[in-house]
C-alpha cells in the first residue's frame, strides 16, 4: 500500500458490494419481465434504455458514495430506496408475487442491507 492511498472502512466497502449486487441483480431480471402483446416495439426498446440508464445513475451515485465520500448521494439512493419499495408493495397488491417480484425484493433486501451498513460502524465519519 502506497502511503498516499485512503483505505476504505469495511462497513462502506460491504455497502459498496451490497449496492452493485443488487444493481446486477436488476439488471438480470429485465429478460424474465413479461410485456403485453399490444405493445409496440418502441415503447420495449425505451423502456430497456430508460431502465439501462437508471442504473448506470445508480451505479455512479454508489461510487460517489463509496469511493468520493458523498454523504447526498448515499441519500439519494436512500430515497431511491424507497420509492422501489413503494413501487414494490403496489405491484404486490395488484398483482402479488411472481419470480420478477421475488427478484424485486430480494434487490431491496440487498439494497437494504448495504445502505444500513454505511450508517452503522466504521462507516459512520466517512461521509462528508
Same mark, same amino acid.
Given at each position: 500500500?502506497?502511503?498516499?492511498?485512503?483505505?476504505?472502512?469495511?462497513?462502506? *466497502?460491504?455497502?459498496?458490494?451490497?449496492?452493485?449486487?443488487?444493481?446486477?441483480?436488476?439488471?438480470?431480471?429485465?429478460?424474465?419481465?413479461?410485456?403485453?402483446?399490444? !405493445?409496440?416495439?418502441?415503447?420495449?426498446?425505451?423502456?430497456?434504455?430508460?431502465?439501462?440508464?437508471?442504473?448506470?445513475?445508480?451505479?455512479?451515485?454508489?461510487?460517489?458514495?463509496?469511493? %468520493?465520500?458523498?454523504?447526498?448521494? *448515499?441519500?439519494?439512493? !436512500?430515497?431511491?430506496?424507497?420509492?422501489? !419499495?413503494?413501487?414494490?408493495?403496489?405491484?404486490?397488491? %395488484?398483482?402479488?408475487?411472481?419470480?420478477?417480484? !421475488?427478484?424485486?425484493?430480494?434487490?431491496?433486501?440487498?439494497?437494504?442491507?448495504?445502505?444500513?451498513?454505511?450508517?452503522?460502524?466504521?462507516?459512520?465519519?466517512?461521509?462528508?
Amino acid at each position: 500500500m502506497r502511503g498516499d492511498e485512503i483505505v476504505v472502512p469495511e462497513n462502506v *466497502r460491504r455497502f459498496e458490494i451490497c449496492l452493485y449486487a443488487s444493481l446486477l441483480v436488476d439488471t438480470l431480471s429485465f429478460p424474465f419481465r413479461t410485456i403485453p402483446e399490444d !405493445v409496440p416495439e418502441s415503447v420495449i426498446a425505451m423502456s430497456a434504455l430508460m431502465s439501462a440508464s437508471l442504473i448506470l445513475l445508480l451505479c455512479h451515485l454508489v461510487w460517489l458514495a463509496a469511493r %468520493q465520500r458523498r454523504n447526498w448521494a *448515499r441519500w439519494l439512493l !436512500v430515497m431511491a430506496l424507497g420509492l422501489s !419499495v413503494l413501487t414494490l408493495i403496489g405491484i404486490l397488491n %395488484q398483482e402479488g408475487w411472481s419470480l420478477v417480484t !421475488v427478484i424485486d425484493a430480494a434487490s431491496a433486501a440487498l439494497t437494504m442491507v448495504g445502505l444500513r451498513l454505511s450508517f452503522t460502524g466504521d462507516a459512520r465519519g466517512w461521509f462528508v
